[in-house]
């Protein structure tokens, strides 16, 4: 069933209530996993990702056929390895998918580059980096849902990087074929908007506009871009805000059992 969007300009609303420019509701919290190093559970809206981070520790060689997404390494630097693991009954369709899937190997290329990147991987030369993504549950976002929740969990395990990856969605309120000039952009899009509707996901690191992650899989009039990439940006700040006050949270409840 086609996404109406006719209402957008009347109301002002989206199908799920929110205004153009606000987050769906976001449920964080890390060190769920007591034997992992570090650990995260995420929710945004209805997308929920479980993430665990292990290492460093000492590298692994990986085989010719390995299907884990990897980025830098070697002698002088630490490897980041990334692997999403998307339950069968995470989306509508109830399609479990194999390790060798497309979609899925792009996802873990995506992430592990973004990562290498922002990580202090120097401080830690000939090791492994991994970090395990659990998609419970698909309701749009699904990258930007990763980058959050990988992020929370390397803070959690303690491994230095340069700030925070926070990611974000934006889309336009019209599709490529309409050519509508007076489309308006959309901040974090759900699974039915991402379906009827040209999205891209960006993430920017720490509280700046300095971008490290665009992601655009959609055809999309060049003149929207921009628009779509502004309210992104500034999706992600609110993203940083909210992840900040998680972990900042978290710290003082350490602290507080610590001294008490």
């Not at 209530?17 to 007591?34: H, K, M, P, Y």
């Not at 959609?218 to 921009?226: A, F, L, M, P």
Request: charged share 20%; glycine share 12%.
């Amino acid at each position: 069933m086609p996404l109406d969007t006719s209402t957008y300009a009347l109301a002002l609303l989206r199908l799920d209530g929110r205004r153009w420019n606000e987050l769906r509701r976001i449920d964080a919290r890390i060190s769920t996993q007591a034997a992992a190093d570090g650990s995260a559970y995420l929710e945004m809206g209805n997308t929920k990702i479980l993430c665990t981070v292990a290492g460093p520790a000492e590298e692994r060689r990986r085989g010719a056929g390995g299907t884990m997404g990897s980025g830098g390494g070697g002698e002088d630097r630490a490897s980041v390895l990334v692997e999403v693991s998307v339950a069968g009954f995470s989306g509508v369709d109830r399609k479990r998918r194999g390790k060798g899937d497309k979609r899925t190997l792009e996802l873990q290329s995506t992430i592990a580059s973004a990562f290498t990147s922002t990580l202090f991987t120097h401080l830690y030369p000939r090791s492994t980096i991994t970090i395990s993504l659990h998609v419970l549950a698909q309701d749009g976002s699904l990258l930007a849902a990763c980058l959050n929740a990988a992020t929370l969990a390397l803070i959690d395990a303690g491994i230095p990087m340069a700030d925070y990856i926070v990611a974000c969605t934006a889309g336009s309120t019209s599709s490529y074929s309409s050519n509508d000039e007076a489309a308006d952009p959309l901040l974090d899009l759900n699974g039915t908007e991402e379906q009827e509707l040209p999205f891209l996901t960006v993430g920017t690191v720490g509280s700046g506009e300095r971008v490290s992650v665009l992601v655009l899989e959609t055809r999309v009039q060049i003149g929207r871009v921009e628009g779509m990439l502004a309210v992104g940006v500034d999706g992600c700040k609110q993203m940083r805000e909210i992840l900040d006050g998680v972990v900042r949270a978290q710290g003082k409840k350490v602290l507080e059992s610590v001294v008490s």
